[in-house]
């Protein structure tokens, strides 16, 4: 049997822990926990060392593709705003014996445990009675959790069928948690080894919960004296692998701040991450990094943190009071809605051709002087007459086309080889782009689009010469 020991061998076995990686300490701390839960020193644990946490998704259907995990991206921002390391997220499904291991192995190497999902009224509902089981608690009811339950279907004029009074049950000691946005309650759990948060799958009521519940006990309960802020600078027109050629060397020695490179469609995303006491000096350790980023990719970065091309876009269109319409066919409308969001004011219309016949129509009158079957055999000819179309048509200040033709032959959707075509006039000239990179995808749409935005807001920086 493994001694009991005092505070000061607990607080002794923190520090030595402190001057580790937390990478390295992990096992080391479930160790330091179990030694000092004889005398529930693992609070003093959480008071010197920086939080970490382990979010479990529960649900067959996150396994099966049917639902993607947006819960467990949204909380792991939300943890690292606050400051709280997270080191494993995991996905199980409504297996109870696997629930236990994913949830034994959750409270041994960290120090918050938040699940999500498997709190329902269904037979399938599973996290209550194995939360119950991991932390060697009995299922009991709370009275006040079976009143919330009622007066919830009370308050809608409906009928409670029986299966609901399962809501109303928690591991003895829990602490209940009302849910007022559904009618499944949830608890926290004060377990030695780790504090067990159990939060409903819905997203709504998650987000709720975790905002007004979770975050206050976690900012009450442990040392959140460190916050991790960070800046995200967003790249176009330049390739993953360049950003990182010509960024490298900052990710390769940053320690605090640390940098990283993302690639999504059409952009690279450059984060620059830092730890501090507090918001204000994380954004002055990321300031001269940030700096030294833009000094190295320059124009190509277009916007930072939440901003996007489009708000960037619309934003000067309402500083320079012009207007654009576009027209698209391959891209089915996503050109025109994500200007449409940005700027209503200045935004004039949208066309959108899925035909032949449509194309044809439109550009009857648009042609430039040349017939209409020559336009149509040339893509750049009917890349400019579609832009010429929309301005003409719509009476804009800008016609923004965007065409583009798919390789039949590609079985791949998001890699569909073609090429696609942008141009842009503002009824004197025409600036153009051309790119290898047209499909039917929902990755290659959200590229070609970004492209296309992307001219129009090098036109409004730059002009058109």
């Known amino acids: 049997m493994i001694p009991t020991p005092n505070h000061t061998i607990c607080n ?47 649900g067959s259907e996150l396994l099966l593709g049917q639902i993607v995990d947006t819960n467990s991206a949204w909380m792991a921002q939300r943890l690292t705003a606050l400051g709280v390391n997270l080191y494993f997220k995991s996905v199980v499904g409504d297996n109870p014996a696997r629930m236990k291991e994913v949830i034994s192995r959750a ?15 269904t037979q399938d509902d599973l996290t209550r009675e194995v939360v119950a089981e991991v932390t060697g608690r009995r299922l009991v009811q709370d009275a006040g959790m079976l009143e919330q339950v009622e007066e919830h279907f009370r308050r809608r004029g409906r009928p409670m069928t029986p299966n609901n009074i399962r809501q109303s049950y928690m591991p003895e000691g829990a602490i209940p948690i009302k849910n007022p946005n559904g009618t499944a309650p949830s608890f926290v759990v004060e377990d030695p080894r780790a504090v067990i948060f159990s939060l409903p799958g819905v997203p709504v009521e998650m987000k709720w919960l975790f905002e007004h519940e979770v975050e206050p006990y976690l900012r009450k309960r442990f040392n959140l004296a460190e916050v991790i802020h960070y800046r995200v600078l967003k790249i176009v027109g330049i390739g993953e692998s360049a950003v990182d050629d010509k960024v490298g060397h900052l990710i390769a020695n940053s320690s605090n701040p640390t940098v990283g490179v993302l690639a999504l469609p ?3 995303d450059v ?8 918001r204000e000096d994380a954004m002055k350790m990321i300031a001269p990094l940030e700096a030294e980023v833009r000094a190295l990719l320059g124009s ?19 500083q320079q009071n012009r207007t ?16 449409q969001s940005a700027s209503t004011e200045h935004f004039g219309a949208g066309f959108i051709c899925n035909s032949a016949a449509a194309v044809h129509a439109l550009l009857q009158r648009s042609t430039g002087g ?66 290898a990179s047209a499909g039917r995808g929902a990755y290659d749409r959200s590229r070609m689009t970004l492209n296309a935005l992307d001219l129009l807001r090098t036109a409004l920086l730059e002009g058109m010469d």
């Not at 984060?271 to 507090?278: D, E, L, Q």
Request: charged letters at 25%; hydrophobic letters at 45%; aromatic letters at 2%.
């Open 12 to 58: 002794k076995l923190t520090t030595d822990l402190r001057q580790h990686s937390p990478q390295m300490h992990i096992h080391s701390r479930a160790l330091v926990k179990r030694i000092c839960s004889g005398i529930n020193s693992v609070w003093t644990i959480r008071r010197n060392l920086m939080a970490n946490a382990e979010i479990v998704a529960i």
């Open 271 to 278: 984060r620059i991450a830092a730890k501090a006491a507090n």
């Open 107 to 121: 409270v041994e190497r960290a120090d918050i445990v938040i699940t999500s999902g498997g709190i329902g009224p």
């Open 324 to 339: 654009v319409a576009v027209c698209e066919d391959l891209t089915c409308g996503q050109l025109a809605e994500r200007l």
């Open 300 to 318: 190509a970065i277009f916007a930072a943190d939440d901003d996007t091309m489009e708000h960037v876009t619309g934003k000067l269109l309402r």
């Open 370 to 435: 040349k017939s209409i079957d020559d336009v149509l055999k040339d893509p750049v000819l009917l890349t400019d007459a579609m832009a010429r179309a929309a301005r003409q048509q719509s009476g804009c200040d800008f016609g923004l086309a965007l065409h583009a033709i798919a390789d039949p032959t590609s079985t791949v959707q998001n890699l569909a080889r073609g090429q696609a075509y942008v141009s842009l006039t503002d009824g004197r000239s025409f600036l153009r782009r051309e790119s």
């Open 266 to 268: 059409g952009q690279v």
